[in-house]
């Protein structure tokens, strides 16, 4: 076999792997955005997650004459409450309806399922962190209060009291790094401070307990720079129990 024979099966061996090796990255690739196209395609079809608590909501038993029941109603750090070797008030009539990574825009779609139809005397929302880091598209500061009003108001309507939480603190979301939170959720947290105090609701103040002095959340208090531990969460407890204790009372 000549040299020039052999370089011409060279050719061909190198441009027949680089075409096998092509349409395996394209097969890996169409399989990849089939499965993204798949997960948009399911999210879009229940994108405020009403299907999450549906059958939990059918299968709870109607409050009981004088019962305080109350509905935590918020995202990761709602959901995850009662988890991980913490405890959700052992005995106490409060319902958990946290979802994870959601908005206060997704939040406002499935409040009358999730809140309104279970007839608590109270709600506690705790929401926002979501929105700062823009978890279903860039969200301004106002949207996110007229999201906090809507729910407020729906609530108010329904004979329902409103303990509106703080948006617990953060220097950096792991899933979307660079965005800088500290100070968004400090100023937005002032506004919730001041929209309860001028309404009539309560205000909950998480952050002062939580946050260390450059804004995030002291690191005692939390497993990943956003989410509360086991401890963080023994300080959130006794918090939110003063302030439903004080909210029934009025």
């Known amino acids: 076999m000549s040299w020039r024979v052999s370089a011409a099966v060279l050719v061909c061996l190198a441009r027949f792997g680089?075409?096998?090796?092509?349409?395996?990255?394209g097969a890996t690739a169409g399989v990849e955005s089939a499965a993204h196209v798949a997960t948009m395609e399911a999210k879009l079809a229940d994108w405020p997650k009403l299907a999450r608590y549906r059958e939990a909501n059918a299968a709870l038993a109607p409050a009981t004459e004088g019962e305080d029941r109350v509905v935590f109603f918020g995202a990761s750090m709602t959901e995850f409450w009662g988890k991980n070797g913490t405890k959700f008030f052992p005995g106490k009539p409060y319902v958990n309806r946290g979802i994870s990574g959601q908005t206060t825009a997704q939040m406002v779609v499935r409040f009358?399922?999730?809140?309104?139809?279970?007839h608590p005397k109270?709600?506690?929302?705790?929401a926002g962190t979501n929105d700062v880091a823009g978890n279903s598209g860039p969200m301004t500061p106002e949207m996110t209060e007229n999201n906090w009003q809507s729910m407020a108001d729906m609530a108010k309507v329904n004979g329902i009291r409103v303990?509106?939480?703080?948006?617990?603190?953060?220097?950096?979301?792991?899933?979307?790094?660079?965005l800088k939170p500290a100070e968004k959720i400090r100023t937005l947290n002032a506004w919730l401070k001041g929209y309860c105090a001028s309404h009539g609701l309560t205000y909950l103040d998480y952050y002062s307990a939580l946050t260390d002095e450059e804004g995030g959340m002291k690191k005692e208090f939390t497993v990943d720079g956003v989410h509360a531990s086991a401890m963080g969460y023994a300080v959130m407890g006794p918090l939110a129990e003063s302030a439903i204790e004080t909210t029934l009372a009025n």
């Open 163 to 178: 303990i509106f939480a703080s948006i617990t603190p953060s220097t950096e979301f792991l899933w979307h790094r660079g």
């Open 18 to 25: 680089g075409d096998a090796r092509g349409q395996a990255a």
């Open 122 to 126: 109270a709600v506690v929302i705790l």
């Open 112 to 118: 009358r399922q999730d809140v309104i139809d279970l």
